[in-house]
């Protein structure tokens, strides 16, 4: 605790020796208020008192005070307003901030993912390309197919035609073959008879 000082002061002309602990401008300060007050009011009333100018100005002095007071009150609600309103604010703003970074991670993390899908996209199309060349080639491959298959059956079906005729010849030649085997057979028969009755003439002559 500081020690007290003792400062002379003079008040609406009359000296005045204030003890405290307080520093000595304060004093001074509180004393040359309190001077000014009982001036203040003594140009009001010319004719109050020493007195009545003491209280009057203790009266004003306490008003000061309590006014004082009360706008200190509200300046302390005030600024506990403004605290909460400032830690509001930074909540806010730690909010705004998570939030921007969560949308720039998202933002990221989209672009990587239109990346990849555009890689998918892009060698997806070069398989497709490369389907559509085989695909063609397959299918110049089936039209000459077709176009052979189609030669090959006309082949086949002179083919077998020709076997038909050669099939009917055949038949005919077989016919025929055993016609003359019939007649073959029958010209042996005649010969042997014929054979018998120059035997038979033969014996008759003897």
């Known amino acids: 605790m500081e020690d ?12 005045y020796t204030i003890a405290g602990n307080t ?13 000014t007050k ?7 009333l010319p004719a109050g008192s020493i007195s009545s100018l003491a209280v009057l100005s203790a009266v004003n002095v306490a008003d000061d ?9 509200g300046l302390k609600l005030q600024n506990e307003q403004l605290e909460k ?14 939030s921007f970074l969560q949308y720039k991670e998202d ?19 070069v398989d497709l390309d490369r389907m559509t060349t085989t695909y063609r080639q397959l299918e110049e491959k089936y039209t000459a197919l077709l176009s052979k ?9 002179t083919q077998q035609e020709d076997k038909a005729v050669e099939s009917s010849a055949m038949k005919e030649l077989e016919a025929k073959c055993k016609d003359m085997e019939n007649s073959f057979f029958d ?7 014929l054979k018998g009755e120059l035997e038979r003439y033969k014996k008759m002559v003897e």
């Open 65 to 73: 005070y309590f006014t004082a007071v009360e706008r200190l009150s």
């Open 187 to 193: 010209i042996q028969m005649e010969n042997i008879r």
């Open 107 to 125: 933002a990221q993390a989209s672009i990587e993912q239109r990346e990849e899908l555009q890689r998918l996209f892009n060698e997806k199309t």
């Open 85 to 98: 309103d400032s830690k509001h604010y930074v909540q806010l703003w730690d909010e705004a901030k998570k």
């Open 149 to 157: 298959n189609e030669e090959l059956s006309s082949r086949l079906k």
């Open 4 to 15: 007290n000082n003792k400062v002379t002061v003079k008040i609406y002309g009359q000296e």
């Open 23 to 35: 520093p000595r401008e304060h004093i001074m300060r509180v004393a040359d208020y309190v001077n």
């Open 38 to 44: 009982m001036h203040e009011i003594s140009r009001a």
